[in-house]
């Protein structure tokens, strides 16, 4: 301010900044906080998922969160295949298309392992992720071996530089995250099976049974159990080799496996014996031992592997809840009934 003689303000000299450009930076900047904050959230959740599908479940409303889309897929690798496995709400995974390694947006994805985007999807002739004629801005992320990520919005400019490379790291997460469940399946299978024969073990059997005599307590159904011994198995190692023998094991569990029900269970129970617990039977085990018996005359008309004629020793015996005695008698009982067959057999009965 300029005064004159008199101390009156005869002028005023001042500055004027326009600071909407600064506003603009710091709505952006804290605006990528957020968008960092929800990442991070999102990596927590990813790490609490137990299976995969839960996992895309959860990217997928995690990744909606920050991104803002308006439509979105998880495709997951299977054989030669990108499936979906979780899709935005309102669309489901089931109907959308399954795309070969080698076609379409999802496929050159997956073989370029490099992330794909454009200003409208029309334009690209390799997308089909969706038959919605109003998305415009696309992003297709690869997961790395996994599978591949898209999303589209309705919008053009949807997609800025930084989410593309938010995508990018939930990627990353997404796929170590996948890896995790599946070694973790892995060393669950490999507990619970017999590496041989690759049937469940006693261990997984003894886990199972006191859930399936809960069941039955539940709905008042019987259990049937099969008790199965290879008969000669000690002449089969000792006249061959004990690789032909863990090849007639193999050979036994896949017949056992092929001829009973889906909620049944097989066993190696040790050695050379064998069990099936059939839930909701008794009488009719009768059936599943008949059935048995005929496919090993099958087998046995097919193969060259040993130059006599392969036998099993079956015994059988069912259990359910309004029996006074308890569950491991009907075991019991079942193997008594095999050594049963197995000295009626070496009798030659």
């Known amino acids: 301010v300029e005064w004159n003689e008199e101390g009156e303000p005869i002028r005023m000299v001042g500055t004027h900044q326009d600071i909407t450009d600064r506003r603009e930076v710091e709505e952006e900047l804290q605006e990528e906080r957020d968008k960092l904050k929800k990442l991070h959230d999102a990596v927590d959740q990813f790490q609490q998922c137990q299976t995969e599908k839960d996992l895309c479940k959860t990217a997928t409303a995690a990744t909606e969160g920050i991104l803002g889309?308006?439509?979105?897929?998880?495709?997951?690798?299977?054989?030669?295949?990108?499936?979906?496995?979780?899709?935005?709400?309102?669309?489901?995974?089931?109907?959308?298309?399954?795309?070969?390694?080698?076609?379409?947006?999802?496929?050159?994805?997956?073989?370029r392992r490099e992330t794909l985007a454009g200003e409208d999807l029309r334009k690209d002739d390799r997308a089909s992720i969706s038959e919605d004629a109003e998305l415009r801005s696309y992003m297709s992320v690869p997961i790395g071996e996994v599978g591949v990520f898209q999303a589209a919005s309705k919008r053009k400019g949807a997609f800025n530089q930084t989410d593309i490379e938010l995508a990018e790291i939930l990627a990353g997460h997404l796929s170590e995250e996948v890896k995790r469940i599946r070694l973790e399946e892995e060393l669950k299978e490999q507990a619970i099976r017999d590496p041989l024969t690759e049937l469940y073990n006693r261990r997984y059997f003894n886990e199972t049974l006191s859930k399936e005599v809960e069941r039955s307590e539940r709905y008042s159904r019987p259990i049937a159990f099969l008790m199965i011994d290879v008969n000669r198995f000690k002449e089969i190692n000792d006249r061959y080799s004990h690789q032909t023998g863990d090849e007639v094991l193999k050979e036994v569990a896949k017949l056992l496996k092929d001829n009973i029900r889906e909620?049944?269970?097989?066993?190696?129970?040790?050695?050379?014996?064998?069990?099936?617990?059939?839930p909701e039977t008794d009488g009719e085990s009768s059936y599943t031992v008949t059935r048995l018996r005929e496919k090993l005359k099958e087998w046995n008309r097919n193969s060259d592997l040993l130059d006599f004629t392969l036998t099993l020793a079956i015994g059988?015996?069912?259990?359910?809840?309004?029996?006074?005695?308890?569950?491991?008698?009907?075991?019991k009982e079942a193997d008594q009934k095999m050594y049963e067959d197995k000295r009626e057999a070496n009798n030659g009965g």
Request: contains cysteine; glycine residues 8%; aromatic residues 10%.
């Open 69 to 111: 889309f308006d439509w979105c897929a998880f495709y997951c690798l299977e054989g030669d295949q990108l499936v979906p496995h979780a899709a935005a709400e309102g669309v489901n995974p089931e109907e959308l298309p399954t795309h070969h390694i080698t076609e379409g947006l999802a496929g050159a994805t997956y073989k």
């Open 316 to 331: 059988s015996a069912h259990w359910s809840p309004e029996q006074d005695s308890d569950v491991e008698e009907a075991l």
């Open 263 to 278: 909620a049944d269970t097989v066993v190696r129970y040790g050695g050379d014996e064998f069990l099936i617990m059939l």
